[in-house]
């Protein structure tokens, strides 16, 4: 533990994910095709992953470094999933 | 000096992430939309575990960012390869080029 980080960073980088967070669900919404929208979900898998990074040292708790491990192998399985099922759906 | 480098560090993670959010509401074709989210994200990802990382100065949280940097820069492309692969429209890049804003 180094001193502590000012409240406005954390407060701005909060900003920033949400912001991004709020692009990326309008693509998720409007996306033409599905191809679109699963590259929006996985977007959504990484800025979930900042979000809880930047919520561990703004409440100085090691403990949730374990969280972001599960989610980047989760979002990977999820997305080679559906890819699977649309390449064996188109032929 | 510590808390200096560490805020520039998240704020720029978190800024990265923000471009990647705009390029896949900007760009006007699958192909643009995979190129802004893989690597710009990677990155973001990366300089915000670097900068927890170096906040909590302990053994196992260098080596769970460790982890999950070298499994993020592993998967990422993959999954953009395989998005890409199995996009059935717009076969041929040479017909609309205009829409490529």
Redesign the interface.
């Known amino acids: 533990m180094t001193g502590t980080i000012p409240d406005i960073v954390l407060y701005t980088a909060f900003a920033f994910l949400m912001v991004s967070m709020i692009l990326t669900l309008i693509r998720l919404l409007k996306g033409p095709s599905v191809n679109d929208r699963i590259a929006a979900m996985d977007l959504i898998s990484s800025i979930i992953m900042g979000i809880i990074l930047v919520y561990a040292l703004l409440i100085q708790n090691a403990i949730y470094f374990d969280v972001p491990v599960i989610i980047s192998l989760i979002s990977f399985i999820g997305t080679i999933a559906v890819s699977t099922y649309l390449k064996q759906k188109n032929g | 000096m ?2 200096i480098i ?2 520039a560090v ?2 720029l ?3 990265f ?2 471009v ?3 390029g ?2 900007r760009f006007g074709d ?1 192909n643009g ?2 190129h802004a ?1 893989t690597k710009a ?1 990677s990155f ?2 990366l300089l ?2 670097v ?3 170096l ?4 053994f ?2 260098y080596v ?2 460790l ?2 940097i070298v ?2 820069y592993l ?1 990422a492309p ?3 390869h ?8 717009n076969k041929d890049p040479s017909e609309n080029q205009d829409e490529n804003t």
């Open positions: 510590d808390k560490i805020s998240i704020l993670g978190s800024f992430i923000l990647a959010a705009i896949i509401l699958l939309r995979l989210t994200t973001g990802i915000l575990l900068g927890v990382s906040y909590f100065n302990l196992t949280v769970k960012a982890l999950i499994f993020i998967t993959l999954a953009a395989s998005i890409a692969k199995t996009f059935s429209g």
